[in-house]
């Protein structure tokens, strides 16, 4: 296997036909060097944006706006995880315990809304779930200001209480209107169009972050936890970076990009194996999901080719 | 990300209680510079002179290394010039004179001058005060909170004051116990 670094890949080149990809334009980044690669297959997998970017940018009279937008959905239905809220508390007990090293681990709450209709709830769709520790406070904590000198230094020298605390990320659900197009106006130093992203929480997920604190606060109050205090720190789409949706998959090309193989539909020998294949945020860290799909979209693609469909 | 707020959430998140200048500082990697021609860059000589005291009074010298050995007004130096916008690093500095005009009101004498109980009489009125004084904005804490902030955090992330005995340094990488006896430690760790 090659490696080719230092490689800006501009396009996905189609063939002749319009049906399949022929490979791969790049510009070398240190040479400034345009270059083609050809190959039967291509993945592409450069991120969620990256790999809209280079599909929007891959134009034709096969496909002025998009190699293989058909559906209009590419670079469409952006999603990220909303999350910087939650609740945090102190105890009284274990005065007597102590760890001794960091935590490699924290704690995780699954998702427990809308599963049934027990728990339906009726301002919002989907879930959430929490992730969260606990530790005692150190030398950071709150010391009274009349403490100074050697009080102070006998103060800093012991530990604080035990405190605990969960922080929540929520779905985002896929919105047609969240989405990044190319700014040929403004260029980067390869002379490629920029993106402009433009993408909101809606109100089922300005509803679902009402319960993703106070539920918080619930749960630690509950667990006896004293001074439960709710946080609320804002979040706008992107700070989750777990941006996805952007070449969504789907049964429909006429309102997908990808099929079930992460195969684009009108193209199938190029696969998009990153985020902009996922159809729904969850509430998970979706990493492990990309890889799991990579890997299946790989083992498919590889028993294509020894049938010689690819 | 916005920077500022996630400093801010982080630092409420891990129970920090530090001024936001002391927590971007402290998250940011300030590092006093400890060589031997230091020149202070946005205190003057004379700035730093006192600041040194004021430090050394919050944590003095014990049986564990005090806020000069650890360089605390280095790391304040450090701070300000580059953690500090300069709107900031001028309220800094002109809330600074308190303690000067304190001293001399009170001993008619400058901060640097007076004896350690003179410096404590000092810090115990500042101390009062900022306990009293509200920082609305988070923007303006007290001078006396602002400094005793940046000196803790300077002192802990010194390797004079991390490994000085004050508490427990644990290095990374390191072993990791759930569930302990807190009497077999009997202090606090320094883990940053």
Known sequence: ?310 | MDRREALKATSLILGYSLTAGAASALLGGCKAQTSSDWQPQTLSAQQSDLLAEICEAILPKTDTPGAKDALCHRYIDEMLTHFYKPEKQKYFLEALKIFDEKSKAKYSKAFVALSPTEKEEILEILAKEAADYKDETGEKPHIFRAIKSATISGYFTSEVGAKGGLCEFLPVPGPYKGCIDYSTVGKGYVLS
């Open chain 1, 1 to 310: 296997m090659t490696i080719r670094p230092f490689s800006i890949v501009t396009e996905i080149i189609l063939d002749e036909t319009g049906k399949k990809a022929k490979g791969v334009r790049i510009v070398d980044a240190e040479t400034n060097e345009t270059k083609e690669y050809y190959a039967k297959v291509v993945f592409l997998c450069a991120s969620a944006f990256g790999s809209a970017q280079i599909l929007l940018n891959s134009t034709s009279e096969r496909f002025p706006n998009g190699f293989g937008n058909d559906s209009g959905e590419l670079g469409h239905n952006v999603m990220d995880h909303h999350f910087r809220l939650g609740a945090h508390g102190k105890s009284d007990e274990f005065k007597d315990k102590f760890y001794k090293g960091r935590r490699p681990t924290g704690i995780y709450i699954p998702r427990f809304r809308n599963l049934d209709t027990k728990t339906k709830m009726p301002n919002f769709i989907r879930g959430y779930g929490y992730q969260g520790g606990g530790s005692r406070e150190g030398w950071g904590r709150y010391i009274a200001e009349a403490e100074y000198g050697k009080a102070l230094k006998d103060s800093l020298s012991q530990n604080g209480d035990w405190t605990f605390g969960i922080t929540a990320f929520g779905e985002c659900l896929p919105y047609h209107e969240n989405k990044i197009t190319l700014n040929k106006d403004v260029k980067d130093i390869y002379g490629l169009p920029t993106l402009t992203m433009d993408a909101e929480w809606k109100t089922n997920e300005l509803e679902m972050r009402k319960d993703m604190m106070s539920a918080a606060a619930e749960m630690l109050e509950a667990a006896d936890l004293k001074d439960v205090r709710t946080f609320d720190y804002g979040c706008n789409p992107g700070l989750g970076i777990h941006e996805m949706g952007t070449a969504r998959m789907g049964l429909d090309p006429k309102t997908s990009v990808l099929n079930r193989w992460n195969q684009i539909h009108a193209v199938p020998n190029v696969f998009v194996t990153d985020g902009a294949f996922m159809t729904s945020a969850g509430c998970v860290n979706p990493s492990l999901t990309y890889m799991a799909f990579t890997a299946r979209a790989v083992n498919f693609a590889v028993e294509e080719l020894k049938k010689q469909n690819l």
